[in-house]
């Protein structure tokens, strides 16, 4: 009797600490949100305070990366990120081979073939040139860069024997999440160990030793700025139906669809693809036009992740010049990646009720709307993963890396800390009708 009593006094205490936190947390929420709608008077501009020390860089001071940050970044990162100037480098002088071992076929459509018949150049406008590209195994023995597509490797025992050739750089190659870095593995317990093979990384992420992210911010030349239209932009956009969705892959671990679904509730919303009732020509291999006639793009990942910031925000929302919706990383990261006040980021609102009036405000007040496109007069965004046929940076990237990084020996003895510790968030969830980041 006494346990029993135990338990129900227990039980209650828990109950009245979740509905109470709970409580706390919708008026922290509610005060949040009050504050998105003067949201150019509430935004704070996080890292203010760190002391960045790139003063000879032209432009990446925007980013208000912190001098550590900036620190992790490859001479490759710095000329990307930073906008850096490219070193001279003697291209005469030496000649590389990449290999991408093994599965290098499984991406050739897309980084050389651009989903045609016709083979491109992989290093068409890239810095250098002295690059030689190979899919054959037996020139493990002599390449000076072997890549390898970790998604499609089950563990170890498939990596080929080291060769004799010492500078021989081994790097680790995704574009992956961390929660879905490995086709064949689904959790994380069972990721296989790759510590102390890899002696660089090519991933989206700024720090990688070769960053190779879907897409980049960049400042216009003084000849570039200016230029947009916005009443031009509202004109050419549909006034009945505000945001549009595509998607072929209806599960993510995030709940990305569910919220999609509650927003449908109170705003209209057009989807494309295999995930809705509208159909576009293929996806990858070609592009979906009747985007561009939408005002915003619900560019919601499959994964909430730290820097992974996929086609869905690059091309299906800037390049459509549509306002992106995002549903992913941090604002925190959003604000050093992405051009300046040109998002709207769903942790902002209390629910979807509130995300859909937000949107209805915008459209019925053009000067609020035309300061989420006021970016387009001073940076652009440069698409660069080689889908819908547009060209792919990948092997320039990797040529580049050969070029200007620093050979100076280096192994990741710790591979999952580098990329998998602490890098998500579990996504969203709805207590209530109340947004819970989890």
Known sequence: MIKSYKKTILSVVIIFAVFSSAILYFFYLQKKHRCVFEVFKCIKKENSTAVVDYQYY?????????????????ELGKILFLEKEYPKVNTSAKNYTILNWKYGWATDSRHIRR????????????SVSNCIISYNNL??????????????????????????????????????????TYAEYIHMYEYPN???????SMTYR???????????TVTLTPEEKGKFDFEEWNKSKKQNVLITILG?????????????????????????????GNKCPGYYTKDCGLLSRYKFYLAFENSNC??????????????????????????RILNQTLPPNSYIHINDFVNPKHLAQYIIYLNNTPRELEKYLEWKNHFK???????????????????????????KKKVYNNLNKYWFHNQCQKGWSAFFDINIIL
Not at 194 to 200: E, I, L, P, Q
Not at 206 to 216: K, N, V
Not at 248 to 276: D, E
Request: charge should be neutral.
């Open 58 to 74: 032209r432009h990446g001071n925007w980013r208000n990366l912190s001098k550590e940050r900036v620190n992790s970044l490859s």
């Open 115 to 126: 989903y045609t018949y016709t083979p491109f150049d992989p290093l068409e406008n890239c």
């Open 139 to 180: 020139d493990i023995e002599s390449a000076d860069l072997v890549l390898f597509e970790i998604f499609f490797l089950c563990g170890p025992h498939e990596l080929p024997r080291r060769p004799n050739n010492t500078n021989q750089i081994w790097t680790f190659v995704t574009e992956e999440s961390p929660l879905n």
């Open 194 to 200: 790759f510590d102390g093979y890899f002696n660089w």
């Open 206 to 216: 700024m720090d990688a030793d070769i960053p190779f992210p879907s897409g980049r």
């Open 248 to 276: 072929t892959h209806c599960y993510a671990r995030n709940s990305r669809w569910k919220y999609v679904q509650k927003l449908r509730k109170y705003i209209p919303i057009h989807k494309f693809g295999g995930c809705g």
């Open 306 to 331: 730290n820097e992974y910031i996929t086609e869905k925000l690059w091309w299906n929302s800037f390049e459509k010049n549509a306002i992106p919706i995002i549903m992913g990383t941090t604002k």
């Open 381 to 407: 965004v440069l698409n660069e993963h080689g889908y819908f046929q547009s060209r792919s940076e990948f092997y320039c990237r990797a040529c580049e890396a050969l070029n200007y990084n620093s050979k």
